[in-house]
């Protein structure tokens, strides 16, 4: 399974877009990139997921090289809520690997 | 839906004391799994499960047993606790059809080992 590379730390304003990027230069062919948060102590959310293709829901937009060796995770207009800790993780068993995320503030 | 749940939310054990944390989902996933976090990091596989009866070691299985016997409920055993059992433990489901399958977390167990 691809390791992942995500800084430890982000801050944005609220109303901005929050970009959130992921390095995974060793993701093999069949490995799905998974975005996930955990806010405060929660269970951790599931947010989106993608192979090759850009891809958007409700929650967020992932964008994804075409070399597939790094990710950006957008959260188009961010809100308080949305400050918690974001997991990138690649995987093609159903197995997911955590590492330690990054952690978003989101600033008034 | 109540989706995952987990039972106790908070629980204090003693050095050697033995418990089991309850996790149940009724979604009809057949993939579930356990999961602790220690402080500041992020969560390691303890132990799964691809169905009733089938159950295998994720990352850091010591010290912990599982059972499967239905589709709804996952529970996790602690035989002999330790302080280094002290961890936020989350269970979690998905449907495991698919190539791709995304994972339903509960609200997490808060254990402390004393």
């Known amino acids: 399974d691809a390791k992942t590379t995500q800084p430890t730390s982000m801050d944005c304003a609220e109303g901005r877009a929050a970009n959130l990027p992921c390095n995974h230069s060793?993701?093999?062919?069949?490995?799905?990139v998974y975005w996930y948060r955990q806010i405060h102590s929660q269970g951790p959310q599931y947010i989106i997921h993608?192979?090759?293709n850009n891809e958007t829901n409700e929650m967020a937009s992932l964008i994804i090289t075409e070399d597939r060796k790094s990710s950006t995770l957008i959260l188009p207009h961010a809100t308080l809520r949305d400050t918690a800790v974001y997991y990138c993780?690649?995987?093609?068993?159903?197995?997911?690997?955590f590492g330690q995320g990054t952690r978003l503030t989101i600033n008034p | 839906n109540a989706g995952v749940t987990q039972t106790p939310k908070f629980r204090i054990l003693k050095i050697g004391q033995s418990m089991t944390l309850q996790c149940a989902q009724d979604?009809?996933?057949?993939?579930m799994y356990w999961y602790r976090q220690d402080p500041g990091m992020g969560l390691k596989l303890i132990y799964y499960?691809?169905?009733?009866?089938?159950?295998d070691k994720g990352e850091v299985p010591n010290g912990y047993n599982v059972s499967r016997s239905t589709t709804e409920d996952f529970p996790l055993r602690l035989e002999l606790a330790a302080p280094s059992q002290t961890s936020v433990y989350f269970c979690?489901?998905?449907?495991?059809?698919?190539?791709?399958?995304?994972?339903?977390f509960g609200p997490g167990t808060r254990l402390t080992v004393l």
């Open positions: 499960s691809v169905g009733a009866g089938i159950t």
């Open positions: 060793t993701i093999s062919g069949n490995e799905y």
């Open positions: 993608g192979l090759k």
């Open positions: 993780i690649a995987q093609g068993a159903q197995k997911l690997v």
């Open positions: 979690a489901s998905s449907r495991g059809t698919g190539v791709t399958n995304e994972q339903f």
């Open positions: 979604m009809n996933h057949n993939y």
